[in-house]
């Protein structure tokens, strides 16, 4: 499928998405460094913008009169906004529940019992160590994009928010999530967990 395309005020192409995305590699490579506070590799990085870019063909209406590059450059950067948005607010809640188990509870006698101390006794403590444990050999066994949809669903994000922010379809979501879990219960019957 081709689509016609804006490429500079008097040139117009019919272009298939491969020759879009081999002629706007360079700004696919250009945005993902600019957006270094990113934590992602970038790979990563480029494969956001990639996806961005098909959005942006897939979207793109000639009849509007607006360059192709113009706006790719705008939806990709808006791409990589929303996810640092996202690392920002995982980076908060980890530090909020963090402060949250060093909070003293109200209801303590002295005012110095910690919510993290009502949790630590012996057995709570190897229970912890033990979910730790497998939840780093789970998360190993997952891929990136597997990682990244397990991270979104942990954030009480929806399939619907979640597929938006990927820029993919809610049933490759819903596909992820099946896969994450057949992944855990393999580790179950494998007894790693």
């Not at 019919?14 to 995305?21: A, C, I, K």
């Not at 809640?93 to 002295?110: C, F, G």
Request: a neutral charge; charged letters at 30%; glycine letters at 4%.
């Amino acid at each position: 499928m081709s689509k016609l395309i804006i490429i500079d005020a008097d040139i117009t192409l019919d272009l298939e998405f491969d020759d879009v995305l081999e002629r706007f590699q360079p700004l696919i490579k250009s945005e993902a460094e600019k957006f270094w506070s990113l934590r992602m590799e970038f790979e990563d990085k480029c494969q956001l913008a990639a996806i961005a870019l098909w959005d942006t063909y897939e979207r793109y209406d000639i009849s509007k009169g607006v360059g192709f590059g113009y706006v790719a450059k705008f939806i990709i950067r808006n791409r990589f906004k929303v996810a640092i948005k996202h690392d920002k607010a995982v980076k908060r809640d980890s530090v909020d529940v963090i402060e949250s188990l060093n909070k003293p509870l109200k209801d303590s006698i002295d005012g110095t019992t910690l919510l993290g101390d009502t949790i630590s006794s012996g057995e709570d403590i190897a229970m912890e160590l033990a979910l730790r444990g497998v939840a780093k050999e789970f998360i190993s066994l997952l891929n990136i994009d597997q990682k990244k949809t397990l991270a979104l669903t942990m954030n009480d994000l929806n399939q619907t928010q979640i597929s938006e922010m990927l820029g993919i379809s809610r049933q490759a979501i819903n596909k992820r999530i099946k896969m994450c879990r057949k992944i855990f219960v393999r580790c179950m019957n494998m007894g790693v967990v």
